[in-house]
């Protein structure tokens, strides 16, 4: 349903984007989101989506984190920008359904590790 990509190896600093294809139309989705799970620590929100276009952030990577998302290619980014050693970790995107109500779906993850 969901397929992540896009995680690697970087430096402090340095950039990043990952994508989550759809395998149905986003469209069908009330909600997009990416999650983060760091060794030893519970998976976390790091952004989320509505279907109308509104975001959220957590506090820690506010201005750092832009989420998107593409309807024609039915793909959701996240764009990463000055990366900090304390983002790394395994990056999930989750989405919720229109239909049926509460129906959430996660990719497979994709790691991401920042070197100081």
């Known amino acids: 349903q969901l397929q992540a990509s896009g995680g690697g190896l970087v430096q402090a600093g340095r950039s990043l984007t990952l994508s989550c294809f759809t395998t149905?139309?986003?469209?069908?989705?009330?909600?997009l989101a990416w999650y983060r799970q760091a060794p030893g620590k519970q998976r976390e929100l790091v952004a989320q989506?509505?279907?109308?276009?509104?975001?959220n952030y957590a506090d820690s990577v506010k201005d750092r984190f832009t989420i998107s998302r593409e309807d024609a290619r039915n793909t959701m980014t996240l764009q990463m920008v000055s990366l900090k050693p304390e983002d790394t970790g395994v990056y999930y995107c989750?989405?919720?359904?229109?239909?049926?109500?509460?129906?959430?779906?996660w990719g497979q993850g994709t790691l991401v590790t920042v070197s100081s």
């Open positions: 989750n989405g919720e359904k229109v239909f049926p109500p509460g129906r959430e779906y």
């Open positions: 149905e139309s986003i469209g069908s989705y009330k909600g």
């Open positions: 989506i509505s279907i109308g276009g509104r975001t």
